[in-house]
């Protein structure tokens, strides 16, 4: 236990580390603020306070990982290529609030030191679950590529709160899975704010169970499922709002643009209470 003003970097494998052997950082007696890593970035390309480079077969649990106020960056928790079979689970991952900058994001997975839309290649096997993500432009971005995107990310049973321009941001993905998540975002951002921004996704997602509120102007924004007749898209048993804020322009609680295949939508509840409404 203690508070660290410090950044963590792992940029290999650790010796003796497998799927059976993991390693794990942790708190004591379940209680994320017995172990607090904060730090305050100043240095663009050093943003982070935790960042993986190369790393396989590590847990975060119970911890708070913390961007102070004083910082000019924060990303909090950050992956980069060639990482796998990463769990972060009971953590507080904390952002600097109300920022309409993406120097500040919660959990980023991205191929750039300073640009969370640069891809990330060769990531797989990556879990966020029952955190608390608090702030940051978007709480949780995944960036790949047409020809290497991360695979099997999943994002569950978390709170993403008070994201200036939405929750999720996943750009170029395969077979994600977004179930029982709290997506709340920040009350005075941009009216064109979106829950989740899901672009080319590929082999078929589950997004289910999530709350999504206070999002602008969509609760989801889709474009690109590449879904297949045995891996498809499902989209079920979501809430959608209140609290849209976009007056001037049609407000969606699903919107699916171009080439959006196989997706299968049953029993979400939709509450436009804004704009000119379209479930």
Not at 57 to 63: G, I, K, M
């Amino acid at each position: 236990p203690g508070v660290y003003t410090e950044q963590l970097l792992i940029d290999q494998d650790i010796p003796g580390i497998s799927e059976v052997n993991t390693v794990t950082f942790t708190g004591l007696d379940n209680v994320r603020t017995d172990a607090i890593l904060q730090y305050d970035p100043t240095i663009s390309d050093e943003r982070f306070i935790v960042r993986l480079i190369g790393a396989k077969h590590l847990r975060f649990d119970n911890l708070t990982i913390e961007v102070l106020d004083t910082a000019s960056y924060g990303w909090v928790f950050h992956i980069m290529e060639n990482s796998e079979d990463i769990e972060v689970t009971n953590c507080n991952l904390l952002s600097i609030e109300g920022s309409s900058s993406s120097n500040y994001l919660g959990a980023v997975i991205s191929g750039s030191t300073t640009s969370y839309t640069s891809a990330a290649s060769n990531v797989s096997d990556i879990l966020f679950e029952n955190n608390t993500i608090v702030g940051g432009y978007y709480g949780v971005t995944m960036r790949g590529s047409s020809t290497d995107n991360p695979v099997n990310v999943q994002i569950i049973d978390n709170e993403l709160l008070n994201g200036y321009y939405g929750g999720i941001y996943a750009y170029y993905a395969t077979t994600p899975v977004i179930t029982h998540n709290l997506i709340d975002l920040h009350i005075e951002g941009p009216t064109s704010a979106r829950g989740a921004y899901l672009y080319y996704i590929y082999d078929g997602m589950e997004f289910a169970y999530n709350t999504i509120i206070n999002s602008g102007q969509y609760g989801i924004y889709g474009v690109y499922w590449y879904g297949t007749e045995i891996d498809q898209n499902w989209i079920y048993n979501n809430v959608f709002g209140g609290g849209y804020r976009n007056t001037g322009s049609t407000v969606r609680a699903i919107y699916l643009g171009t080439s959006t295949s196989y997706v299968n939508l049953y029993y979400n509840s939709f509450y436009v209470d804004n704009g000119t409404g379209e479930a």
